[in-house]
């Protein structure tokens, strides 16, 4: 069977780059930094693999890695070591609103978003209708994108996204802004995303949101992967382990 | 670097949707639109006339036009670089959350001031030919292409190596701030090159700004274009770019993750 995504033997630290001043840099860093006891891996030795038209969830408390792994997954963040192999055009959904212009008219937001997705013009021209008659925005087309509500663009932004010509979508939680119905269009159109082929990585905390969608997944702590198998069976576990044992140490870490 | 395939006439189409809607984005809700960047630059011009030609006694013959010619492709070096240096941190969220090809942000902003320079020619050439008193020349037709693909060419290595630098070391686009006005006085702009002091002379001749803003002056107030000047900024504009290019393979990759 084909893989969309290929993951082996993924390392991260962020110790090393940082933004520096002009003090740092005429006077010298200081000593260098033993990165070997720097902190715990944002990523350590994670690997997955997801055939193509299936939908994978990467589940995990708040600061465990998640949006690192799909940062290393679209490319925008480099892995210090392991593999990275994507079979097919990657898009993402990690930021309500990133891309969008609020200056801009909902219309000329598409065609942007459209072209940063890697869409033709020809392509985004052809199939704007459909864009605007899926998010059902047709009347607010031509109004600037900051009178829009969070809901409005987070419909406007599924739906240039699901009609580009991504292979492979990572989804980072964004979905919970719409109405209902709206939410059950979306979770349809994925659905018809994964018939087509196409495959889903979904970073998400509601389990029961990825235990429906996802067919397998993993559980990240600490940037390592602790769990992994059927989505509604590594979701359950996962879910125990928090209610049981409430947040492990490390107070930042929100429990779900 | 990013995973999303793109060809090159797919990058070129979004270069032109990226410029086309942050001008469009600029002067929106503004009633005057455009008329304000003519403005900024025509006023700036006229203090320089009252202050250097009205109080100080200048004596340069059509001060007036020496001084507009040369700096509108000032204000586009200068405004470009500096919107470009803050480029990658200003679209952080198309960097980290889409992916996105780095090199075209700051293209985007060095069109953007292009785009202003040549929505200003004909006012411009207004000035030049109206109260200037110069002939229109028939060579402007191939003399201006050449003098805006030359400037391109050395404007945009320098605004991708300070947008790339700047993401690292947010202190660039101070630096700038006060860097622009230094050169600004140190490059023949409100006085002619002739009056520079011996010693200094032949170091001034060797600014490549002084050779590219002179190359625009000698094409608007006498058609002509020494070519001298015009291979001495492009070769700079090579070096530049290999430099930008070096830079860009080094500082690209990790960009997503400092912004």
Partial sequence: MTHAVLCEGLWKTYQRHRPVGVKSLLLGAGPPVDTRFAREWALAEVGFQVPCGRSFGVIGANGSGKTTLLSILLGTVQEDRGRVGLNGNVASLLELGAGFHGDLTGRENVFLYGSILGMRLAEIRRRFEDIAGY???????????????????????????????????????????????????????????????GTLVIVSHNMKEVSEVCDEGICLDLGRVVDSGPMPAVAARYQERMTVAGPAKGGARAAR | MPRVERSPRQLAEFLYLLTRQELKARYKGRLLGY???????????????????????????????????????????????????????????????????????????VMQEMAHFVLALPAIIAWVVLPGGYDASLSWLWQIPLMLLVQLAFVYP????????????????????????????????????????????????LNPLHALMQSWRSVFMEGSLDPAHVAYVAGWALALAAVAWLLYRKLAPRVGEVV
């Avoid at chain 2, 013959?61 to 500096?82: H, Q, R």
């Fill in chain 1, 135 to 197: 998010s059902e925005l047709e009347g607010a087309m031509d109004q600037p994108l900051r009178t829009y509500s969070a809901g409005m663009i987070a419909r406007l932004g599924f739906s240039t996204i699901i009609h580009s010509a991504a292979d492979i979508l990572l989804i980072d939680e964004v979905l919970a802004v719409g109405d209902a119905r709206f939410q059950v269009k979306c979770h349809q159109a994925l659905h018809d995303f994964r018939k087509r082929g």
């Fill in chain 2, 35 to 109: 008329v304000w960047a003519l403005a900024h630059t025509f006023a700036l011009a006229f203090v320089y006339w009252i202050a250097f030609k009205i109080i100080m006694g200048l004596e340069v013959t059509n001060y007036s036009v020496y001084l507009v010619a040369g700096m509108f492709p000032w204000v586009w070096l200068a405004v470009g670089v500096t919107s470009a240096t803050r480029s990658f941190v200003v679209n952080a969220p198309l960097i980290k959350e889409m992916g996105l090809a780095h090199a075209i942000l700051p293209l985007s902003n």
């Fill in chain 2, 158 to 205: 320098i605004a991708l190596g300070c947008a790339l630098a700047n993401a690292y070391v947010r202190d660039i686009e101070y630096f700038l701030g006060i860097g622009f006005p230094l050169l600004f006085f140190a490059t023949p702009m409100v006085y002619p090159i002739s009056i520079v002091p011996e010693p200094l002379h032949d170091y001034f001749e």
